[in-house]
């Protein structure tokens, strides 16, 4: 049952940053909403990956028939945080230019948009 | 080097890096940058168009990154650990189709894009999208496609809010770049299920691994949804008329290219990931959803007043033509009947001609906002004394993606309402009530934008964009004069690789 907690606590920020993504008007939150969700789904990647008892995947520091855990999750997990920093940037770039052309980052009001 | 063994790596690599060189030239010189383009452009083209010969000749194309020679796919031990490139018949249809909608897109931007207004930039953005979708399109190894999906997300976003001078560009951008990266975490959290489950994540290793149980169906909730998402189906739409309407005309084409680009991922996940376990109800499912996006956008067409908007409805009804026909497929794919061929050929056929029609109203859009200053329908009226061509060409892909004979919209959307018939009459008439609809919407808004007295002169339409508009003008002639021969050089390997290609993708991937 333990072993499963850094499955549930993916899935509870996963859950948090959905009901963020739905509910908040704030742009900002919308925003940290989006990388609740990566976060959960980073720390996921990296979960499935652990090997009990297992050590860093660093082949020529790991000890003698020690076991190591999977490096692959790792990698993907580097590439995935690399990928979402490029989106957290463009994305605030955009909240920036909204603010600027409408003095507001509510949802509600961000409406040149409609339909 | 032999240039034929690695063109699946090269058309990838050669726009990615090209895209980042081309502000450094622009530096310099735009003539330098012009050229560069064109040398980069040309290249990747032609390394895409001889893939694709390769692949309708000699069959599936397997390229395998980091190993000694590009056909090892396995490890010692049976066991896929590279990434691979694997490219059947509809992974090069649909590079075919990007490579269509990025050469008419890069000379259309040529006089359509001012120098002033960051024509470098959008020139790259551009670039990197075509790259991205080429990746999307070819790869066989689903953390690579999360990767590939990304990049043409972001490039995607920085196109549509590239006009950060007007409030609505941005905002578009915003609830687009929100849905493409919830989509894309979906996507990721799928990926990573399933490599929890069985500790692979090339494509082909996967389906042959998948056994259906209930992990295995959450995957495939989330990866259907997180295309979806990108795809802009009816429930989750929202962002694309947005999205087509405040994009510069040129980069909108590319966005309908990149949406087809992941309903062909969609494909490939329903019909090969999980062709082993396919299960009817999510054949219905995607009927349903196609059914839902074909009648809801020509409705919401009817009320738009902008006419970038009004064709950004039409643009997402032709997705559920898609959906609907290889919907149909895979609802039958158990029982093979010979109608559910037909439905996915007409699925197929249905994106490249949509791609020509839908691309020549969007650049007529373009050509119409740039020579009268705007698309608001009520300040519109009788362009077609000055702009005779433009008024010609979107006269001529309102025709065509109404459905009507002989232009390329009727021959697809036949053997989609005919398969879909098969499987329920209603389908069949909704899909035909929505054509109608579309047309309605299409020829009001030809007559009130073109016909009628002439309000104020426009300024003509450059050459470069003309040429542009004309090939994709010639593509729906030809596509609806001739459909017999595309339908059986082009369309049916693509679409028989979803019916029964199954098998011969993962042999060709997983060897034996």
Not at chain 1, 62 to 72: G, H, Q, S
Not at chain 2, 409 to 434: C, D, H, N, Q, V
Request: hydrophobic share 60%; charged share 10%; net charge positive.
């Amino acid at each position: 049952m333990i072993g499963n907690t850094p499955f549930v606590v993916c899935m509870v920020l996963v859950a948090l940053g959905l009901w963020a993504l739905l509910f908040r008007r704030n742009l900002i939150k919308i925003v940290i909403g989006l990388k609740l969700i990566e976060n959960g789904v980073n720390l996921f990647l990296v979960a499935t990956g652990y090997v009990r008892q297992g050590v860093v995947p660093i082949y020529t520091y790991a000890p003698k028939d020690a076991t190591m855990v999977l490096p692959t999750p790792q990698a993907l997990t580097l590439t995935s945080i690399v990928i979402g920093l490029a989106t957290t940037a463009l994305i605030l770039a955009f909240v920036v230019v909204i603010h600027r052309h409408q003095g507001t980052l509510d949802a509600g009001k961000v409406t040149e948009l409609k339909g | 080097m032999n240039l034929a063994t690695h063109a699946p790596i090269l058309a990838i690599a050669v726009p990615l890096l090209g895209a980042f060189a081309l502000p450094l030239w622009g530096k310099l010189h735009r003539y330098l940058r012009d050229l560069w383009l064109l040398l980069v452009g040309g290249f990747t083209a032609a390394m895409a168009v001889l893939l694709s010969a390769r692949v309708f000749t000699a069959g599936i194309q397997v390229y395998t990154l980091g190993a000694a020679s590009p056909g090892e796919t396995v490890a010692s031990g049976g066991f896929p650990i590279r990434i691979v490139l694997a490219v059947d018949a509809l992974g090069a249809f649909m590079a075919l189709i990007t490579v269509l909608v990025a050469v008419v897109a890069l000379v259309y931007a040529r006089r359509y894009l001012a120098e002033e207004e960051g024509k470098t930039l959008a020139l790259t953005l551009g670039t990197l999208l075509w790259a991205g979708m080429l990746g999307m399109a070819l790869t066989g190894d689903l953390f690579n496609f999360f990767v590939f999906f990304e990049v043409t997300s972001i490039a995607a976003c920085g196109l549509i809010g590239y006009r950060t001078w007007a409030a609505r560009g941005p905002e578009a951008a915003f609830k687009t770049m929100v849905m493409y990266t919830a989509g894309g975490l979906f996507v990721l959290l799928a990926t990573a299920i399933l490599y929890g489950e069985y500790g692979g994540l090339n494509l082909a290793y996967l389906a042959a691994q998948i056994r259906g149980t209930s992990v295995d169906r959450i995957a495939l909730g989330l990866l259907v949804g997180g295309l979806l998402m990108k795809v802009g189906a009816v429930p989750l739409h929202m962002w694309a008329p947005d999205a087509y309407g405040e994009a510069p005309a040129q980069s909108v084409i590319l966005l309908v290219a990149n949406t087809q680009v992941a309903l062909y991922a969609l494909f490939r996940v329903l019909f090969t990931l999980y062709g082993g376990v396919a299960d009817p109800a999510v054949g219905w499912l995607v009927v349903a959803l196609g059914a839902l996006t074909v009648i809801v956008a020509a409705l919401m067409a009817v009320v738009q007043t902008d006419l970038g908007r009004l064709v950004a409805f039409g643009a997402v009804s032709q997705i559920g033509y898609m959906l609907l026909g290889v919907g149909v497929g895979l609802t039958v794919i158990g029982a093979r009947p010979a109608f559910g061929l037909v439905a996915i050929q007409g699925g197929i056929f249905h994106m490249l001609n949509d791609a020509a029609a839908i691309g020549l109203l969007f650049l007529a859009v373009g050509a119409v906002e740039k020579a009268a200053g705007g698309r608001d329908l009520a300040g519109l009226g009788g362009l077609g004394h000055d702009l005779k061509w433009t008024t010609g060409f979107f006269l001529l892909g309102s025709l065509a993606l109404a459905g009507i004979p002989p232009l390329n919209g009727f021959a697809s959307k036949l053997m989609i309402y005919e398969s879909a018939f098969r499987l329920s009459p209603i389908l069949t008439a909704l899909a035909i009530l929505a054509s109608i609809l579309l047309l309605a919407v299409f020829l009001r808004a030809f007559q009130g934008v073109f016909l009628g007295p002439r309000l104020k002169p426009a300024t003509p339409v450059p050459p470069p964009m003309l040429v542009a508009m004309g090939i994709l003008a010639l593509g729906v002639v030809a596509l609806g004069l001739f459909p017999e021969f595309f339908v059986r050089h082009l369309v049916t390997p693509a679409a028989e690789a979803l019916w029964q290609g199954r098998d011969a993708y993962l042999r060709a991937v997983l060897g034996g």
